[in-house]
């Protein structure tokens, strides 16, 4: 214990503190404030650019042997944008969507559901892979659903007609709420994303509830499933590239694109050598485009049931 103690001290729990408080932290976010702690409780001055990588990691191993008997863990991913990379506290036991029931209400925790299968099942299909929403989009899904839908895998069914739903106002506040807690993250063009903290520690409940074996509504029998990974990083991607060749799974981050072929020979897909042309997206760059102001309303007017329409998701229904 003793050993232990030495290494564990106002330091490191200052650390963890605030990474709890900022539920997330990058190596130039951490600088300054590495710098005020080790002023602070180490009595030597310290400026941001005396901090270095590793003495970041050296508090994520000291915290990580303190907290892992709790089932708690400091995990990393780079972002799929900026590949700045990102360090977060995270649960690695229990199921995240139980663990944010413990915060939200359950009417709350309904539409986050929604929220997700929107962007993973309605708006993440064989020809457009968007994997993200809009607000205008989630606010519509402020309202469980009429009708009864299957259970949700913690157990919380959406109960059709007797579930209430939120308000579109309480609908807004919660999605501010998610980016707050570091669980969404918007763009420039407003669509909402699953931030890299959500996806190291969603990582598993996605595929297991997503993935679906017997999911092949693709046009060549065979659809890609749900939640792709990166042929070359391995990490889930949401924003990135695909192969142009529809029935071949392969997808790869932006910069794991540059990296890849640039080791490479020939410009084919890694997995079917198709040529890799770029010009096929993962992500917000996926959606289709806004129909044109002057089409006719009764021709560009599509519905839930076919989100594969090359229209603009927020014309959908409206």
Known sequence: ????????????????????????????????????????????????????????????????????????????????????????????SSDPIIQLATIHTAEEISFLKRVLDAMFETYNTSRNEVMAITSMQAVRLHKAPDRGRRDTQDGA?????????????????????????????TSNKGYYTLSPRALMELRGWLIETYN?????????????????????CKEIVTVGQRCSKRSCHCR???????????????????????EWTGDSFVGERAAPRRSGAGSNANTSRITVDDPDQNNDPDEIDR
Not at 164 to 184: C, H, N, P, S, Y
Not at 213 to 225: A, I, K, L
Request: proline residues 3%; aromatic residues 6%; negative net charge.
């Open 157 to 185: 069914a959406t109960q059709g007609s007797t579930a209430q739903g939120l308000k579109m106002i309480e609908a807004e506040k919660m999605l501010r709420t998610l980016v707050d807690e570091g669980w969404f993250e």
């Open 212 to 232: 679906d074996v017997d999911d092949d509504d693709d046009d060549d029998g065979e659809r890609p499933p749900r939640i792709k990974q990166c042929v070359a």
């Open 252 to 274: 790869l981050h932006d910069i794991c694109v540059q990296n890849f072929f640039r080791m490479q020979r020939s410009n084919g897909c890694p997995v079917c050598k198709t």
């Open 1 to 92: 214990m003793s050993g232990d103690d030495e290494q564990w001290n106002d330091s490191n729990r200052a650390f963890l503190q605030a990474l709890m408080a900022r539920s997330t932290l990058t190596l130039d976010e951490a600088k300054p404030l590495l710098a005020a702690i080790q002023t602070t409780y180490e009595r030597r001055e310290t400026i941001a650019e005396d901090i270095t990588e590793a003495d970041l990691n050296a508090h994520i191993a000291a915290a990580n042997t303190r907290i892992s008997p709790f089932d708690f863990e400091i995990r990393s991913t780079y972002h799929q944008t900026t590949r700045k990379r990102v360090y977060a506290l995270v649960n690695s």
